[in-house]
């Protein structure tokens, strides 16, 4: 909003335009231009309702990236080894591994991680009672202050099962301490509420950055999800967290694509006018499954039964892996696949049906895991058998593009986050950028349907209720 100021009953003055923004720290140039505007008249420059951009506040920055990419290294590495351990392989992709292992393996290896996890999870709740732990709520709804030793317990415990072959992502552990040593070092900079949620959501938005290798994609979920605003204030601090973040991680993870080895597949009228057409059946899709993640998070075991809820839940992953191995862990070798053009028709459908009901069967046992890899798998099955069948109309168009549109319409719709979604895709797999004019189509499409339907996101739908009784529910 803006008010008009007459200097004086001047006859043929002009009203002189004040903004009623404010940057904040001022322009260290004082002397406007004389157009007698402000930097501050373009709107994504101010710090209105942001945090103020101080040297202390930069010093944190830098060093929560720090933070983030040496604990996310960490967390990977522990990662790759119960995965290396579970199923006895020491090199190449999870896939590769499980379907190396007996049937007999698979199934011990689920029911093991089910009563760690049941157990690990209940004693960390119960003795962590009231501490915060979810870096959503403390962004939205707090002060931005985590609780360092559940979130370390809860990302521990999160790594070591999928490393066993649950089916839930493996980024909510580096995107959870990093929101968490966000939050003790805005303690030691003594940081104002605002600065901390800001710093938070950096360190969140980080984390998912180093694990992925993808500090564009990473500072715009800081800026979208967590945020919620793409200004200046935020995205300078969001990238360069995520930045450091990111390169402090090649200490032990690799500088290549997350999803190596795709094919720059070329652009289409074909796969512009399927993804016209798909846009609105993967938003609706999405916009389900969305419902399914709430209604599961909501109902999911607690108390005494949250011990022996996994054991069952994670069993009964491990012996429909037996013949659908694609399944276990976040999805990542079941989205290579889509991406490579690798499946049937029939393969597809089903890994698409069943991969969202063992990710919802492992959230609802009580375990505590991401949706990213879920949720991107599931697009990019689903979008390969969509393109496989339109491919009978109008042939031409190779199964893996339809699988990369897909992949990024139903991360997108699911995250209500457009922009994040396109470039995780871009980064995850260096490839794609001949496809951005149908993955742009299919992504608005299925976003705008599933923010008119319902307006939930995989995020905003697991937020928790909160109630007094409850140790596994956030304080006030």
Same mark, same amino acid.
């Given at each position: 909003m803006r008010r008009l100021r007459w200097p004086g009953w001047i006859r043929g003055a002009r009203p002189t335009r004040v903004s009623e923004r404010l940057r904040r720290p001022q322009p260290l140039v004082k002397q406007r231009l004389p157009s007698g505007r402000g930097a501050m008249e373009q709107p994504n420059i101010t710090s209105d309702g942001s945090a103020i951009l101080t040297p202390v506040f930069w010093v944190m920055v830098a060093m929560t990236g720090v933070a983030t990419g040496l604990l996310s290294a960490a967390l990977m590495g522990l990662l790759f080894n119960v995965q290396y351990l579970a199923f006895g392989y020491h090199s190449g992709s999870l896939q590769h591994g499980i379907e190396q292992a007996s049937a007999v393996r698979r199934v011990a290896s689920l029911l093991i991680a089910g009563a760690f996890g049941g157990v690990a999870w209940y004693l960390l709740r119960r003795y962590t009672k009231g501490k915060p732990s979810e870096i959503d709520e403390a962004v939205w709804n707090g002060e931005g202050r985590l609780s360092p030793l559940r979130c370390l317990g809860t990302?521990?415990?999160?790594?070591?099962?999928?490393?066993?072959?649950?089916?839930?992502?493996?980024e909510a552990a580096p995107k959870l301490l990093g929101g968490a040593s966000a939050s003790v070092l805005a303690g030691w900079g003594g940081l104002s509420d605002q600065q901390r949620r800001l710093l938070v959501a950096c360190g969140g938005g980080a984390g998912l950055a180093a694990v992925y290798n993808v500090p564009l994609a990473g500072a715009l979920f800081t800026a979208e999800v967590l945020v919620g605003s793409i200004s200046l204030p935020v995205m300078l601090p969001a990238i360069a967290c995520s930045w450091i973040a990111t390169t402090t991680a090649w200490i032990y993870l690799p500088e290549q694509a997350t999803y190596p080895g795709i094919p720059d597949y070329r652009f289409s009228g074909s796969l512009l006018t399927w993804s016209l057409l798909a846009g609105p059946v993967i938003g609706l899709i999405s916009a389900g499954y969305i419902r399914l993640i709430g209604w599961v998070s909501h109902v999911r075991a607690r108390g005494?039964?949250?011990?022996?809820?996994?054991?069952?839940?994670?069993?009964?992953?491990?012996?429909?892996?037996?013949?659908?191995?694609?399944?276990?862990?976040?999805? %990542?070798?079941?989205?290579?696949?889509?991406? =490579? &053009?690798? $499946?049937?028709? +029939?393969? #597809?459908?089903?890994?698409?049906?069943? %991969?969202?009901?063992?990710?919802?069967?492992? =959230? &609802?046992? $009580?375990?505590? +895991?991401? #949706?990213?890899t879920p949720t991107l798998s599931t697009g990019a099955v689903l979008g390969g058998a969509l393109g496989m069948a339109w491919s009978h109309a109008w042939p031409g168009s190779p199964a893996g593009a339809f699988a990369m549109i897909g992949a990024a319409a139903m991360i997108g719709a699911a995250m209500q986050a457009p922009l994040a979604a396109l470039a995780l895709v871009l980064e995850l797999t260096h490839s794609g950028f001949a496809l951005m004019a149908p993955m742009l189509a299919a992504t608005v499409i299925a976003t705008a349907v599933v923010f008119y339907i319902d307006g939930y996101s995989i995020y905003s739908a697991r937020l928790p209720a909160y109630r007094a009784d409850d140790p596994e529910s956030p304080p006030a």
């Open positions: 990302s521990v415990i999160s790594e070591i099962v999928i490393g066993m072959g649950a089916s839930i992502g493996r005494v039964r949250a011990v022996f809820a996994p054991v069952l839940a994670f069993g009964v992953l491990g012996v429909i892996g037996i013949w659908y191995p694609q399944l276990f862990g976040n999805g %990542k070798d079941m989205a290579h696949d889509a991406f =490579l &053009g690798v $499946g049937s028709i +029939g393969l #597809l459908l089903t890994l698409f049906a069943l %991969k969202p009901l063992v990710t919802a069967l492992c =959230l &609802g046992s $009580g375990a505590s +895991g991401g #949706l990213f």
